[in-house]
């Protein structure tokens, strides 16, 4: 096996990638090549026996060449590295089994092992890019991987978030203008109540509007917490770039997406699922009451049922997002299963929704979701065809960010 472009990162995040895969940890500079017996290239396209050349951190060339090959995955499906839009690195179970909850005694240094711990996890499972909205340790978490400390996917943060609470219009300006100086790589909005307490309209238009607009005007994104119609379309019209959750919403609100290209952040199963799965350990806290559950049980069903009517309307710009929390992480590729097997989704446009669109949903459309010439080396390989077999997203066998691979059990 070759140990080509394979960086060495901290005590900790060598010993992770040693029990999980079983591979030492070493640098070298040369070129890489890669042997892909299925490629699907995240815009839709696939090839097969493509090889790939990786210089640093970009790909360099791809072709059906023969040849002698690094690392020969022509058993394997490769695709550009997976993007979830929508996680939360730091929420997870303390030792007593319980959700983790703010004001409790464990220490930032615990929270953050734990964030570490999801951000390996949710990295081997083929996810090397992930928006955490959000936790003020995202930042140090996000800083740590990109200099090598950690292993994980590359992080976007809102920080904090856009609450009722914050204020009003003049208040919440003052908000995103603080998040871009402490670093926020995107603003998030929570527009609409948790769907625990009813999902109710929680900020006016004029709050609404005040947080796009100066979400703009300091050069952020802005994602925003939104149910229902009214909420929903009062988001689309204000020039908001993504709505979180939508679910509940009218045709006329879905033709507001399609017309305004607004990219929609839906979660149809692994976040639901995860919450049943894992009932005794969220009931009784804060809102994840009896109530709680049986509104995210009927979240659910409505849910499934609006995704495969938007699903119709090929303009709606529907990107891939999990809203992964305690007992998600690494599990992230479920709701890819969900969207194909129960919501309908055809299987090569989930993928493009985890990859180019997932991008260019996070800005960053040039460099990220695709194979080919100039984009950045982030790969994913896998056993099977998700094509013709979404479980094959399960099988990871092949990791790569930044041209580092961090997985490779062929």
């Known amino acids: 096996m070759s140990a080509r472009r394979i960086r060495r990162p901290a005590l900790l995040a060598a010993v992770l990638a040693i029990a999980a895969t079983g591979i030492g940890l070493a640098q070298e500079e040369a070129p890489v090549t890669i042997r892909a017996g ?31 090959v690094d690392y020969d995955l022509s058993e394997l499906t490769v695709m550009p590295g997976l993007i979830d839009t929508h996680v939360h690195l730091t929420s997870h179970f303390e030792a007593d089994g319980r959700l983790h909850q703010a004001g409790s005694t ?31 340790l995202d930042a140090d978490l996000r800083d740590a991987i990109d200099r090598g400390d950690v292993p994980g996917p590359r992080v976007l943060t809102s920080l904090r978030a856009v609450t009722s609470a914050t204020g009003d219009a003049d208040a919440i300006r003052a908000t995103v203008r603080q998040l871009k100086a402490d670093g926020a ?14 999902g109710v309209r929680a900020l006016s238009d004029e709050q609404i509007e005040a947080a796009c607009d100066e979400g703009r005007a300091q050069g952020l994104r802005v994602a925003v917490h939104a149910y229902g119609s009214e909420v929903v379309s009062s988001v689309i019209r204000a020039g908001c770039n993504s709505v979180e959750h939508g679910n509940r919403y009218d045709d006329e609100t879905l033709a507001l997406f399609a017309d305004h290209g607004t990219f929609l952040g839906f979660h149809v199963g692994l ?34 049922r609006r995704f495969r009517e938007t699903l119709r309307n090929r303009d709606v710009q529907i990107v891939f997002g999990t809203d992964a929390t305690a007992g998600a992480h690494g599990r992230n590729a479920e709701e890819l299963v969900v969207r194909i097997d129960e919501g309908g989704q055809n299987p090569m446009d989930a993928i493009v929704s985890a990859t180019s669109r997932a991008a260019r949903s996070l800005g960053l459309g040039e460099e990220l979701g695709t194979v080919a010439p100039g984009f950045t080396a ?26 580092v691979v961090h997985r490779y059990d062929p």
Request: charged share 25%; net charge neutral; proline share 3%.
């Open 271 to 304: 976040l639901w699922d995860n919450y049943a799965e894992n009932r005794e350990r969220f009931i009784g806290i804060g809102n994840y009451t009896p109530d709680g559950f049986a509104r995210m049980s009927q979240a659910r069903r409505i849910g499934m």
């Open 185 to 198: 790589d995107v603003i998030k909005v929570f527009a609409s109540s948790s769907i625990r307490e009813g």
């Open 378 to 403: 982030d790969l994913v390989a896998v056993e099977g065809n998700p094509l013709e077999d979404v479980t094959a997203l399960r099988r990871v066998r092949f990791v790569m960010k930044d041209g």
């Open 106 to 136: 464990e220490t930032p240094a615990q929270t953050m092992l734990h964030a570490v711990g999801n951000a390996y996890r949710t990295l081997m499972a083929g996810f090397t890019t992930v928006q955490s909205l959000g936790h003020p």
């Open 38 to 68: 299925l490629l699907i290239d995240g815009t839709g396209d696939t090839r097969s026996n493509a090889r790939l050349f990786v210089n640093g951190s970009e790909i360099t060339r791809v072709d059906g060449l023969r040849g002698s």
